[in-house]
């Protein structure tokens, strides 16, 4: 299995900006998919960012040019780079991994919560 961990959250004001960090149990060497989903209160949990096989990033259309995703194969580490922050992003982040087989598995982080006040 995979037991993912998540860091960085906080709280920030708005226009500035956060790193959050997912740390990996397993080598991001043998995981299929890793990516970011965030969920607010009221609200259905939604993509955020994935990053994928060949290098291959996704990117919720509300996030795209503020938030970027990167990963340290070393450190067996994913990041979420989060600029220019607004009220709207306030939300539980959680790092999301899909491992293929017969069938694929998806395992996820604790969340860590992102406050950003106006």
């Known amino acids: 299995q995979v037991q993912l961990v998540e860091s960085g959250g906080g709280l920030v004001q708005s226009g500035g900006s956060l790193r959050l960090s997912c740390a990996s149990s397993?080598?991001?060497?043998?995981?299929?998919?890793m990516g970011w989903y965030r969920q607010a209160p009221g609200k259905q949990r939604e993509l955020v960012a994935t990053?994928?096989?060949?290098?291959?990033?996704n990117y919720a259309d509300s996030v795209k040019g503020r938030f970027s995703i990167s990963r340290d194969n070393a450190k067996n580490t994913v990041y979420l780079q989060m600029n220019s922050l607004k009220p709207e992003d306030t939300a539980v982040y959680y790092c999301?991994?899909?491992?293929?087989?017969?069938?694929?598995?998806?395992?996820w982080g604790q969340g860590t919560q992102v406050t950003v006040s106006s």
């Open positions: 397993r080598s991001i060497f043998t995981i299929n998919a």
């Open positions: 999301n991994a899909v491992v293929f087989g017969s069938f694929s598995r998806n395992y």
């Open positions: 990053f994928t096989s060949g290098d291959n990033t």
